[in-house]
């Protein structure tokens, strides 16, 4: 592996997939396309991949990836270590509530024992009934209301809580019944607001908002998450950022879940490969403003246009 003698800037915002297990086929999700193996990463490899990146500064991160991070049969314990090796660091994760936390069971003590250590739950509801359904496919609303219910007088230790939002143009309507019925009715922080984004190399982000559409999302521009005026010499990835597998490969972003890893962590140390000539070429792309194919489609640049016009 050929690498470049050259310093870079610590890491400060990990990425981290634990598993790619899965009980969902959203629309949106490239995940069929990218994910090897059905795998969870056992503790100590975890813990290996701790003491690899250790002497990072990590600020931010998150756990999860291409798979739902609670199917992990012990994702408590995975946010536990992390914290052990990063107790300042804002911890994330998010759920498709899609299983049961029944009181006395098994997942509700995993789900309970995981919020001390997590800083933000996403809880991912994606429009109302048939259209939360049709997105989240198999995803059924009745499991996630009693999900919900339960949810309810479960001990949230510090955790903050919140609705992760991904709008399309056709389940936008339901932005307000969501605020209505899961977001004040279960007392979550906020409604988080995404613009759907498509994970794939080869493909743009899909368009189709009507002139009523993006006034209406107008109204909600505090909520809508992005940035209006965004460049690649703009990209925190290139700079402080990692992501990586449940295999250990080494991957620039999550916005590009397709392309070829630059290494895999448990094989070359993080601080070499971020070295590597590949690595170098899409930084120095993104930093002169001169992006390679590997972010030709990103889609922090093609959100800008659509978003300067709802968070004006």
């Known amino acids: 592996m050929d690498s470049l003698n050259i310093q870079n800037k610590p890491i400060t915002y990990a990425y981290i997939e634990t598993t790619n297990y899965c009980n969902l086929e959203c629309s949106f ?6 994910i090897g193996a059905l795998q969870h990463m056992p503790l100590a490899k975890f813990k290996d991949m701790m003491e690899r990146i250790k002497h990072h500064p990590i600020k931010e991160a998150k756990l999860m990836g291409m798979g739902e991070p609670l199917l992990h049969p012990q994702f408590d314990e995975i946010c536990k270590i992390f914290k052990e090796y990063f107790p300042e660091a804002f911890l994330i994760v998010a759920t498709n509530c899609q299983y049961p936390i029944r009181p006395g069971s098994k997942m509700r003590t995993k789900f309970e024992n995981t919020m001390k250590y ?18 989240r496919a198999p995803a059924k609303w009745s499991k996630l209301e009693t999900f919900l219910e339960d949810f309810q007088d479960l001990n949230r230790h510090t955790c903050r809580v919140t609705c992760n939002y991904v709008v399309n143009p056709a389940n936008i309507e339901d932005i307000e019944i969501i605020n209505e019925v899961v977001v004040k009715k279960y007392d979550l922080e906020e409604l988080r607001l995404n613009i ?6 080869d493909k743009s982000m899909p368009g189709g908002y009507s002139l009523d559409q993006i006034d209406y999302l107008k109204s909600w521009g505090d909520n809508v998450k992005g ?14 950022g990692i992501y990586t597998t449940v295999e250990g490969n080494v991957k620039m972003c999550c916005m590009n879940t397709g392309a070829e890893p630059f290494g895999n962590i448990f094989e070359t140390s993080i601080d070499e490969i971020r070295k590597t000539k590949n690595y170098q070429k899409v930084k120095t792309g993104c930093s002169t403003n001169n992006p390679t194919s590997h972010c030709k489609n990103c889609s922090y640049k093609e959100l800008v246009p659509l978003l300067s016009k709802i968070k004006k």
Not at 29 to 34: I, K, L, T, Y
Not at 196 to 201: C, I
């Open 196 to 201: 759907a984004q498509d994970w794939s190399e």
């Open 118 to 135: 997590v800083d933000l739950l996403y809880l991912s509801i994606d429009g109302y009934k048939e259209r939360y359904e049709r997105d």
């Open 227 to 240: 940035k209006p005026e965004w460049d690649f010499s703009d990209c925190f990835w290139v700079q402080e």
């Open 29 to 34: 999700c490239n995940r069929p396309e990218v």
